[in-house]
């Protein structure tokens, strides 16, 4: 082999490494820019739900732009409802959760008057399929006889449940 010939498979050698760093450089480019939009998706995706309380119900308000499904709810000191069948909630709209049950606990809770903090968790689901816990605090005050609940949502989370 001559000197022109050792000298183009040195050049053979360094086209070779230098492609093969571009791959490995094109590779880690994808894999970053693949979780960048994936994190676009999920901040696109969460939602924006609220809980309201009315007379006899509280209101599951969806203020987003997607669907959200709503599973079921953890109230502290009473039994977890999970739904047969996911409730939709479409953006504008709102679920409603009967609170019959709850006032009554309320009540033995807290007396003729006086004032106590309930935590609640509401599971719901995104348009994009991830699973959200949405947690929220019931400030729940007894006046003259009558119970006045006050719901503050305190953190939106993305969680997996195990029911």
């Known amino acids: 082999m001559n000197e022109f ?6 050049f053979i050698k360094i086209q070779i490494l230098i492609l093969f760093l571009t791959l490995l450089a094109a590779i880690f480019i994808g894999y970053r820019q693949n979780d960048i939009n994936q994190q676009l998706v999920n901040i696109e995706f969460t939602p924006s739900v609220a809980l ?22 953890e109230t502290e000191g009473l039994p977890k409802h999970i739904t047969d069948e996911p409730r939709l909630i479409p953006p504008g709209m709102r679920y409603y959760i009967p ?5 009554e606990f309320v009540k033995e809770q807290i007396g003729p008057s006086g004032s106590k903090n309930i935590s609640i968790l509401l599971f719901i689901k995104s348009a994009h399929g991830r699973e959200y816990t949405v947690y929220n605090n019931l400030y729940c005050e007894i006046k003259n006889e009558t119970l006045f609940i ?13 029911f």
């Open 5 to 10: 010939e050792r000298k183009q498979l040195k």
């Open 52 to 73: 309201t309380a009315s007379n006899d119900q509280l209101l599951i308000h969806n203020y987003g732009d997607n669907n959200v499904w709503f599973f079921g709810s």
């Open 99 to 103: 609170i019959k049950e709850f006032k």
């Open 150 to 162: 006050n719901p503050q949502t305190i953190n939106i989370s993305a969680s997996k449940w195990s």
